[in-house]
């Protein structure tokens, strides 16, 4: 449950109090962005990207798995956060291994789809959060603030149609598990992963690691 921050007064030490209170909310943050719903809303009616949009968002099977981890959406982009103890009390998948099995099937699966023009190309970056807070300053709504949350958006700048963007602290967590299921790297979607890049994004005083995988059409 967010906890409300909401002080009329700027100058409250109570303000201090009740942030010094609230804990740190590991988990996995998400930003999942549908490609070209701009260009293609100049170009067809309602009808026709509309469609497109709700099967796009209705293939996305995690986000019926986690549908309260749906943080808010701005335009065609949603930000998720899973805390740690939302996925280890699922069934189907409780790890990172499997979260990120999940999020490449799902975007294999939008991209060798069939059928023509029935999705729109999705690109996302992944980051593992532990300097994450579960507060909100608007009442009876769930969000979470940190710098782990703007660091996750700032990976959206190295992503692009179907690939997904991981940051290194992530892509650790999810060798850990296959150390654990002791499951091989080639075996797995992960098999063709880049190597690891380095970033100084805007606003983080120290560079990023990351690596990402493209999904190709078939």
């Known amino acids: 449950m967010a906890h409300y921050i909401h002080f009329r007064d700027p100058t409250s030490m109570a303000i201090e109090?009740?942030?010094?209170?609230?804990?740190?909310?590991?988990?996995?943050?998400f930003f999942i962005d549908v490609i070209n719903s701009t260009d293609i809303k100049y170009k067809t009616e309602l009808e026709d990207w509309g469609k497109r949009l709700n099967n796009t968002f209705n293939f996305i099977s995690f986000l019926n798995d986690f549908p309260e981890n749906v943080v808010k959406g701005i335009g065609?982009?949603?930000?998720?956060?899973?805390?740690d103890e939302d996925l280890f009390s699922k069934t189907a998948y409780n790890n990172y291994f499997g979260l990120?099995?999940?999020?490449?099937?799902t975007i294999d699966n939008l991209v060798n789809y069939p059928l023509e023009n029935t999705f729109l190309n999705c690109k996302v970056s992944i980051h593992y959060c532990t300097e994450v807070y579960n507060i909100t300053f608007f009442e009876h709504a769930n969000d979470y603030y940190g710098k782990d949350i703007d660091l996750t958006a700032r990976l959206m700048s190295k992503a692009k149609?179907?690939?997904?963007?991981?940051s290194e602290k992530f892509f650790t967590k999810v060798k850990n598990d296959m150390i654990d299921l002791d499951i091989r790297l080639e075996n797995t979607s992960l098999a063709n992963i880049s190597s690891v890049y380095m970033e100084d994004f805007k606003g983080v005083p120290w560079p990023t690691e990351f690596r990402y995988i493209d999904i190709e059409s078939l």
């Open 76 to 83: 065609d982009e949603l930000m998720l956060f899973i805390p």
């Open 100 to 105: 990120i099995e999940e999020i490449y099937a």
């Open 161 to 166: 149609a179907n690939r997904i963007v991981m």
């Open 17 to 29: 109090e009740k942030l010094k209170g609230i804990p740190k909310c590991p988990g996995t943050c």
